[in-house]
């Protein structure tokens, strides 16, 4: 006999998404998707330079992690690379997200 379990999607509505998934920044780290999910991605802002009197990120450490609690830390993370810029963060977490979500985007 299988048993089928329903993934709680635990993002409160109104909250700041990318992509039709949830961010949230604390400090130098941004976790971008929903905790409910198997996994999320973590993306660690390693150095800043300022640019026209603003501080952009230059490099930009990525990661997917599984959400299993029953995982060591270590074990957890799926996927990595550095970027030099949030943009190319954000966009290679999206990718690697989806996929290891099995999503297909319309």
């Known amino acids: 006999m299988r048993v089928m379990t329903v993934e709680k999607k635990i ?12 961010l949230v920044r604390s400090g130098n780290t941004i976790y971008y998707g ?9 993306l660690q ?5 300022d640019f026209d009197g603003e501080t952009l990120p230059t490099k930009v ?7 299993d609690e029953e995982l060591r830390p270590r ?9 030099n810029n949030l943009f190319d963060a954000m966009n290679i977490a999206s990718i690697w997200l989806e996929r290891q979500l099995g999503e297909k985007k319309a």
């Open 61 to 67: 450490s990525v990661q997917i992690w599984s959400t």
């Open 75 to 83: 074990d957890r993370v799926v996927k990595k690379t550095e970027k």
């Open 34 to 42: 929903d905790m409910g999910d198997k996994y999320v991605a973590m």
């Open 11 to 22: 993002t409160k509505p109104g909250s700041l998404t990318y992509k039709g998934r949830p």
């Open 45 to 49: 802002i390693l150095s800043e330079a």
